[in-house]
């Protein structure tokens, strides 16, 4: 079963402008993380936060972590169009690395 | 370069036919893992191996087989029984199996219906 869902399902932006894309998902949690796609590639891990942390930086990405809520956010600052890619949540709720992925959110960064 | 190397990148298969896709790395982790993705859709967990000679069922185990032999390596077999094959196949793997760890990803074999 996919746990984590993403909305929005497809973003667009232009070059500068930031990016965010959110994450619900229903049971409890060991951690949350990150991950990046690019078309026909493999997965690329970004950030993992976990359920006792509330936010956390990597270079220009941001991520919130609200367990009271069931929800993440992912913040792509000052985005560039080598960020066009598919960005996906992913749960731990079993503590053996076994994630649950949400289905992602496609984002699109024009020069 | 340590890394996950996956293949065939591409592979076909006819009916009745059985198809093994090889997943090897060389970080020296314990736990590996298979995932499918359909078009628009996140990754589904197929079979995960934490160690030598045992793995796990994960959600979507039907039609599929796994061994795990050595550490290096965990090929999965696409048997006649799956009956919609057609997908793009992720192998992955992290240090332990333990929580808090990410996944290493390789870059995919995609299986095709002949």
């Known amino acids: 079963s996919q746990q984590g869902e993403e909305d929005p399902q497809a973003l667009s932006i232009q070059e500068g402008e930031n990016a965010t894309m959110n994450c619900s998902y229903k049971?409890?949690?060991?951690?949350l993380q990150w991950y990046r796609q690019n078309s026909g590639r493999g997965l690329v891990h970004l950030i993992l936060?976990?359920?006792?942390?509330r936010e956390k930086h990597s270079g220009r990405l941001r991520v919130t972590l609200d367990t009271s809520k069931k929800s993440s956010s992912l913040l792509i600052t000052a985005s560039r169009a080598a960020d066009t890619a598919s960005y996906f949540c992913?749960?731990?709720?079993?503590?053996?690395?076994?994630?649950?992925f949400g289905k992602g959110t496609m984002l699109l960064v024009s020069p | 370069d340590g890394g996950i190397t996956q293949s065939p990148k591409y592979l076909f298969r006819k009916e009745g036919q059985n198809v093994t896709l090889s997943c090897e790395q060389n970080?020296?982790?314990?736990?590996m893992y298979w995932y499918r993705q359909d078009p628009g859709q996140g990754l589904r967990l197929i079979y995960y191996?934490?160690?030598?000679?045992?793995?796990q069922k994960g959600d979507i185990a039907e039609g599929y087989s796994v061994s795990r032999e050595k550490k290096e390596s965990f090929p999965l077999t696409v048997t006649s029984a799956q009956k919609n094959p057609t997908a793009f196949y992720l192998c992955?793997?992290?240090?332990?199996?333990?929580?808090?760890?990410?996944?290493?990803f390789g870059d995919g074999t995609r299986l095709s219906i002949l």
């Open positions: 049971t409890s949690i060991n951690n």
């Open positions: 936060i976990r359920s006792n942390e």
């Open positions: 191996s934490q160690i030598v000679n045992d793995f």
């Open positions: 970080l020296n982790h314990d736990a």
């Open positions: 992955a793997s992290t240090l332990d199996g333990h929580s808090n760890q990410p996944q290493h």
């Open positions: 992913a749960t731990d709720p079993s503590g053996y690395s076994t994630l649950t």
